[in-house]
Nanobody, 128 residues
Framework: QVQLVESGGGLVQAGGSLRLSCAASGRTFSMSPMAWFRQAPGKEREFVAA????????YYADSVKGRFTISRDNAKNTVYLQMNSLKPEDTAVYYC?????????????????????WGQGTQVTVSS
């Protein structure tokens, strides 16, 4: 059974930083693309960042490019999201996701339907 457990969320002032972690189990993690999505109250879930199986390719939403960094440690079965220069509009529940089949197109990394397992989410709140 695949499990994803996020941690690292919390309350931070605008301009601050947080690092989210997602610990994975139950799948050959080192072969799986991983991603972070977020959902703010009253809004649809949106793509934040993704990383391929080796970590050699990363993808970001325009809204976080230059501020967020996704990375992974396959030895620890963990993916990270370093979030810097946080803004109030970054406030959301952040979800980690994993894809079973390989992803062959850049666009597929940003699609929620590409991912078959999701974590329970971690709340990030940025105060102004």
């Amino acid at each position: 059974q695949v499990q994803l457990v996020e941690s690292g969320g919390g309350l931070v002032q605008a301009g601050g930083s947080l690092r989210l972690s997602c610990a994975a189990s139950g799948r050959t993690f080192s072969m799986s693309p991983m991603a972070w999505f977020r959902q703010a109250p009253g809004k649809e879930r949106e793509f934040v960042a993704a990383i391929n199986w080796s970590g050699s390719n990363t993808y970001y939403a325009d809204s976080v490019k230059g501020r967020f960094t996704i990375s992974r440690d396959n030895a620890k079965n963990t993916v990270y999201l370093q979030m810097n220069s946080l803004k109030p509009e970054d406030t959301a529940v952040y979800y980690c996701a994993t894809a079973g089949p390989p992803l062959y197109s850049v666009s597929s990394y940003s699609m929620a339907r590409s991912y078959d397992y999701w974590g329970q989410g971690t709340q990030v709140t940025v105060s102004s």
